[in-house]
């Protein structure tokens, strides 16, 4: 098993963008409509630092992951307990992080509860 996404980060700014990471999570998730419990698992985690992106350009690359970033038993766990007749989701959360101004201006962007569905 391997998770591999595409990134593409660009800096229109004139200060270089540094201590870049970027952390990808990835859960399943399903409503229990019997009892209208909304049923979480955490599947996949992974952070890494990234290049440096210099002022005026872009880096690009593919962020990658292998089953030892999967946490196994809480997936089996979770398609064993699961009712085969609900829609399962697979959502996607994207964490970014980098510093800019000679590292003086620190600044995150979180997207959460992306559905991997909702690229195709």
Not at 1 to 27: A, C, H, K, W
Not at 99 to 119: A, H, R, V
């Amino acid at each position: 098993m391997t998770v591999q996404v595409p990134y593409e980060i660009s800096n229109p700014g004139i200060y270089d963008l540094t201590d870049i990471e970027l952390t990808i999570e990835m859960r399943v998730n399903y409503i229990n409509h019997s009892n209208q419990a909304n049923i979480t698992s955490w599947v996949f985690s992974k952070t890494s630092p990234l290049q440096a992106c210099k002022a005026f350009s872009s880096i690009s690359g593919d962020f990658e992951g292998s089953f030892l970033n999967f946490f196994i038993p809480p997936l089996v766990e979770f398609f064993d307990d699961a009712d085969e007749f609900e829609m399962v989701y697979y959502l996607l959360d994207i964490h970014f992080k980098a510093k800019y101004f000679l590292g003086l201006i620190s600044f995150q962007y979180t997207e959460n509860n992306l559905n991997l569905f909702d690229f195709y």
